[in-house]
C-alpha cells in the first residue's frame, strides 16, 4: 500500500487552489446535485468535470481509476432502475452517480494526502470553543499514519504465527493475538507520550 | 507537537468554559493537577484513538472478501469498527473511527476495495461510512453498560444493534437518496449483506471476550476508572 495515494503531480490552478476551498466546493456541488435532480444538474456537473479534467491535464484512465469501484454496482442500479423508473431517470441518475464520483476522484488526483490532512486539522480550529484541541488532532492523525506500518508487521507476524500452528482459517487465532498487541502498542504509545510531557 | 500550540491564545482561553483547552494553557502555574473532564482526550487516549483507527487501516486491508461482486464488499473493517466500539467504549470509539474517515477521506488507499479520498463518501455506500460512527459509538455505550462479568451474548447484543442496525440505518436512505431507488427496493438489496454482517457481529463478541481476559486493561470496568 503506498501512503501517497492517487496524486498525479501537475503544475495547474486546480492542483494550487487550497485543499479545504475544494473540499467545501465539492461539498456545496455534491448536496446541490443531490438536491436538485434532472437533466439540468447532470449536465452543469459534466460541463463541470470536464473543466476541472482539462484544467488540471489530468486523463480519462486518471479518471477511471477514480469510478473504477463502482464498475461492477453501476450495471446493477442501471438495471434496477430502469426497472422501477424507466430507462430515461436510470440513465441520468447512473450518470449523476458516475460523474459526482468522478469529480470526487479529481480532488484526490490533484490534492497531496497531507494537504488534506493538513485542511481538516485547520477545519477543527473553530472548534477550540467547545474545548477540541487542534493539535490534538494533529497528534492523532499523524500517529495513526505512523501506526499503519507498525500494525501491519504486527498482523504478518500474527499470520506466520497462525501457519505455523496450521490455524489459518481461524479468524480468531488471527484477531485476538492482534488486537491484544494493538492494545499493548497503544498503551506503551500512551506512556511513552506522557513521559514526554504531551498531557503538562 | 505542532507549531500551533504556541499560537498565542485568546483572551477568552483561561475563561471557565475552556475547561479541555485550559490543561495547555496555564503551563505556569504548579497548580495541582485538574481532574480531566470526561471528554479530555489525554495522551493514552491519543493513542489508544490512533493504534485502532490504524487497525481498522489494517483490516481492511487484510481481509477483502468480496463475496458478491458489487455493491458493498465485504471487508472486516466493519468488525474494526465493532472492536473500536466494544474495547475503547462510545467516545473513543467513535474518534478512532473518525479519525479512520478523516484519513480515507484524505487520500489513504483504506476503504472497501482499496478505494479512498472524497468519491467513497458521495457515492452509493457512502451513508454506511457516516453510519459507522454512529454505529461504534451506540455498540461502545452499550457494552459500557454491562455490569459484571462481560459476555459473548452481552457484546453480541451491543455489536448488532450498533453495528448492524444504526450502520444499515444510515447506509440504507442514503443510498436510496444517491441512486435514486424507491427505499423497498434498498432494503431488499441490502439484506444480501445482512448475514455477513450478523457473522462479524458474532466473531466481533467472541473476541472481544477473549481479547478483555487476556487484556483487563481493555474491559469496560477498567475504562469507567481511568
Known amino acids: 500500500m503506498t501512503l501517497l495515494g492517487a496524486y498525479v503531480p501537475r503544475d495547474s490552478v486546480v492542483h494550487r487552489a487550497p485543499a479545504g476551498a475544494k473540499l467545501v466546493a465539492l461539498l456545496a456541488v455534491s448536496v446541490a446535485v443531490l438536491a436538485v435532480p434532472g437533466p439540468w444538474a447532470v449536465t452543469s456537473l459534466a460541463a463541470l468535470l470536464l473543466a476541472v479534467t482539462l484544467a488540471a491535464r489530468l486523463r480519462p484512465r486518471h479518471l477511471w481509476q477514480q469510478v473504477r469501484p463502482l464498475r461492477f454496482a453501476v450495471p446493477v442500479l442501471f438495471a434496477l432502475q430502469w426497472w422501477s423508473l424507466g430507462p430515461e431517470r436510470a440513465a441520468l441518475l447512473c450518470a449523476r452517480l458516475v460523474l459526482l464520483v468522478a469529480l470526487a476522484g479529481t480532488l484526490t488526483l490533484t490534492t497531496r494526502t497531507s494537504d488534506v490532512l493538513d485542511a481538516l486539522t485547520a477545519a477543527t480550529r473553530p472548534l477550540r470553543v467547545v474545548g477540541v484541541r487542534p493539535d490534538r488532532v494533529a497528534l492523532v492523525l499523524a500517529l495513526t499514519v505512523r501506526s499503519i506500518p507498525v500494525l501491519v508487521a504486527l498482523s504478518d507476524d500474527v499470520r506466520a504465527a497462525q501457519r505455523a500452528r496450521g490455524r489459518e482459517r481461524d479468524v480468531r487465532a488471527y484477531a485476538v493475538p492482534l488486537v491484544v498487541g494493538t492494545l499493548r502498542r497503544a498503551d506503551a504509545l500512551g506512556e511513552a507520550l506522557r513521559a514526554r510531557g504531551v498531557d503538562d | ?226
Not at chain 2, 76 to 85: D, I, N, Y
Not at chain 2, 151 to 169: D, M, P
Open chain 2, 1 to 226: 507537537m505542532s507549531t500551533e500550540t504556541t499560537a498565542p491564545d485568546p483572551a477568552g482561553g483561561t475563561t471557565a468554559t475552556a475547561t479541555a483547552a485550559s490543561t495547555g494553557t496555564t503551563g505556569t502555574t504548579p497548580a495541582a493537577p485538574a481532574r480531566p473532564s470526561r471528554w479530555t482526550i489525554t495522551a493514552a487516549d491519543a493513542a489508544r484513538i490512533a493504534t485502532f483507527a490504524a487497525l481498522i487501516c489494517v483490516l481492511s486491508l487484510a481481509g477483502q472478501i468480496q463475496f458478491t461482486e458489487g455493491m458493498a464488499p465485504i471487508t472486516l473493517q466493519t468488525l474494526g469498527v465493532m472492536l473500536a466500539g466494544t474495547l475503547l467504549g462510545a467516545y473513543r470509539g467513535a474518534l478512532a473511527v473518525a479519525t479512520f474517515l478523516l484519513l480515507a477521506l484524505a487520500g489513504l488507499p483504506i476503504l472497501a476495495g482499496g478505494s479512498g479520498g472524497p468519491a467513497p463518501f458521495v457515492g452509493p455506500t457512502a451513508g454506511y461510512l457516516y453510519g459507522w460512527l454512529f454505529g461504534a459509538a451506540l455498540t461502545g455505550w452499550l457494552v459500557d453498560r454491562v455490569r459484571g462479568r462481560l459476555t459473548v451474548l452481552h457484546v453480541f447484543g451491543a455489536a448488532l444493534a450498533g453495528g448492524v442496525g444504526v450502520v444499515y440505518a444510515f447506509g440504507i436512505p442514503v443510498t436510496a437518496v444517491v441512486t435514486g431507488l424507491p427505499l423497498g427496493k434498498v432494503v431488499a438489496l441490502s439484506a444480501v449483506y445482512l448475514p455477513g454482517d450478523v457473522v462479524k457481529a458474532v466473531i466481533a463478541a467472541v473476541i472481544t471476550v477473549a481479547v478483555v481476559k487476556a487484556y483487563p486493561a481493555a474491559s469496560p470496568a477498567a475504562r469507567r476508572s481511568r
